[in-house]
């Protein structure tokens, strides 16, 4: 009878030992992170409480959560204080999103995302997460992850416009690289002194600006869009937005040739105002004997750079007397 006693007596104190215990059933700090650039988020998973399923078990839940984004050396909290019972925790940055929980069986997991603003493209951010987890095994720690951002490589280049000698305002640039992004979802967008004036594609690298006049000038940039897989925030938009240089562009006003002649002269001279042009030019004078220009007779270039203002033309023309 002792015996049996003695037994009883081991196995339940083996028994309370299991009850006592915070480690035999529990779970360590479940934590997952991943960066989606398709839709420029950072998804961050945490569990916030542990159902073990021996009713008598200790429950393990999440007791503290703070969350910090590193970037140029500057840190930022995202939350503060997050728990079990207060999941968006004493504070929580507009950039974080409760992305609300689910229950696997285990873990109620809670899940944030991130919404990447448009200064960390191109750039790397270390999120950093501390936490106070229930379980002796695994009760406080820290995750640290370092991303790199993914911006376009390279911005759009103009690499050749109009300075006046063309009667058309063109556009020709260099494309970014897509740098894995779908090319569907980039555009761009030129703009005019600040005002737009149209959308275009991602293969297409030149635009002829139909709303230009002679004679007057304009500032122009190109601004390639990448637009991402999420809704439209108000405080952070659903694209990011790579700039071009600034060019300055004009068509020049047309010149008007104004002949003159002497009775007895053996020529015509030709005048005309001084263009409004930068840098080093000469003209190049044609005549032909259609009003249409469709034949050309003669080509006369005139090499005294801008300054020149006249050509006296005295080549196999004919005094017709009146």
Not at 130 to 145: A, L, T
Not at 282 to 288: D, P
Not at 295 to 321: A, E, P, R
């Amino acid at each position: 009878m002792k015996h049996y006693y003695l037994r009883f007596l081991g196995l339940f104190f083996l028994f309370f030992l299991g009850v006592g215990s915070t480690s035999v059933f529990a779970e360590k700090f479940f934590y997952e992170i991943g960066y989606d650039q398709s839709s420029g988020r950072i998804f961050i998973t945490v569990s916030v409480d542990e159902r073990d399923q021996c009713f008598t078990c200790k429950i393990d839940k999440l007791q503290d959560l703070d969350i910090t984004y590193t970037i140029n050396n500057n840190t930022t909290n995202l939350l503060v204080d997050g728990s079990h019972r207060n999941r968006n925790g004493n504070y929580k940055n507009e950039l974080l999103v409760n992305n609300n929980s689910n229950w696997d069986g285990k873990l109620d997991k809670q899940r944030y995302y991130i919404n990447i603003p448009s200064a960390w493209f191109g750039k790397s951010v270390t999120i950093r997460t501390h936490y106070y987890w229930g379980d002796n095994s695994d009760k406080e720690g820290n995750k640290e992850d370092t991303y790199a951002i993914a911006g376009l490589q390279g911005s759009p280049i103009i690499t050749a416009f109009p300075t006046g000698e063309q009667n058309q305002i063109k556009l020709t640039w260099d494309k970014p690289g897509a740098n894995g992004y779908a090319p569907e979802k980039i555009r761009y967008y030129i703009y005019q002194n600040d005002q737009l004036l149209a959308g275009l594609d991602y293969n297409t690298t030149s635009y002829i600006d139909p709303n230009s006049v002679y004679g007057y000038r304009y500032n122009y940039r190109i601004v390639a869009r990448v637009g991402l897989n999420r809704e439209i925030l108000s405080n952070n938009p659903n694209y990011f937005d790579v700039w071009s240089n600034n060019i300055t562009a004009w068509k020049n006003s047309k010149l008007v040739l104004t002949p003159t002649f002497a009775p007895c002269a053996t020529g015509i001279t030709l005048t005309w105002p001084k263009p409004n042009l930068d840098g080093a030019y000469s003209y190049k004078i044609l005549r032909s004997a259609r009003p249409d220009f469709s034949t050309i007779t003669n080509t006369f270039d005139v090499n005294g750079g801008l300054n020149t203002l006249s050509y006296f033309d005295d080549t196999n023309l004919q005094h017709q007397k009146s």
